[in-house]
């Protein structure tokens, strides 16, 4: 089974501070994406990678940024977190060129105070 | 304004009806999934049409793409508690078709 993997499903932080959420995925895909979920607004697409170091800004990237230093793991930072990111963050992965499903991780529900 | 709409918003059904969730784009799609996720989790893969036309079932979930690719429909028959959830449209589009975006999401609530 493929799996995507994220680090936390949990998050506690402060304004200002800088945050990692990590996601890592086992089926060698090259693409990964990084999306938000809130009440009415559904996913929103953060940031997505079509390979190592090689990035795309989606719908909403203003206030993260993202690394892939290598295909399996890609990560979304916020540079100085604020309580507008309070949200649920989903990774997903999806093969290239490949017609089947986008598989997501369990989601990071992050909080900042 | 989104590029992918889902009606309704929010549904509750007694169990044992059958109920329809919609999925509309302005654009033509290039493939269409269908999601379930259960609150505060993540997303569990239904179904996913990429022919105009192609209508594809599992179990009581019977889900189709419309012949101009733009619309989808997800019809669950005799629902059950397990059902609830949030149902999730995605697509890719023909001028992106290795970036998925997706609807707002359908809450479904099935009461006994």
């Known amino acids: 089974d493929v799996k995507v993997t994220q680090s936390s499903r949990y998050l506690v932080k402060r304004t200002g501070e800088k945050v990692f959420l990590e996601c890592v995925q086992d089926?060698?895909?090259?693409?990964m994406f990084w999306y938000r979920q809130d009440p009415g607004l559904g996913l929103r697409l953060i940031y997505f990678?079509?390979?190592?170091?090689?990035?795309e800004k989606g719908d909403i990237p203003e206030g993260y940024s993202v690394s892939r230093e290598k295909k399996e793991r890609f990560s979304l930072i916020l540079e100085s977190a604020s309580t507008n990111q309070t949200s649920m963050y989903l990774c997903a992965s999806l093969p290239p060129g490949e017609r089947a499903e986008a598989f997501f991780g369990q989601g990071t529900r992050l909080t900042v105070v | 304004s989104q590029e992918l709409e889902q009606s309704p918003q929010s549904l509750i059904v007694q169990e044992g009806k059958n109920l329809t969730i919609n999925c509309t784009s302005s654009k033509t799609l290039y493939g269409l999934y269908w999601y379930k996720q259960k609150y505060g989790e993540g997303l569990i893969f239904l179904m996913m049409?990429?022919?105009?036309?192609e209508e594809k079932s599992h179990e009581k979930i019977t889900a189709k793409l419309d012949e101009k690719k733009q619309q989808s429909s997800l019809h669950i028959t005799a629902s059950q508690p397990s059902h609830a959830g949030i149902y999730l449209c995605?697509?890719?589009?023909?001028?992106?078709?290795?970036?998925?975006?997706f609807g707002p999401g359908t809450s479904l609530s099935v009461i006994p």
């Open positions: 049409l990429q022919k105009g036309g």
């Open positions: 995605g697509a890719t589009m023909l001028t992106s078709y290795d970036k998925v975006i």
């Open positions: 990678s079509y390979d190592v170091k090689m990035k």
């Open positions: 089926m060698d895909h090259e693409n």
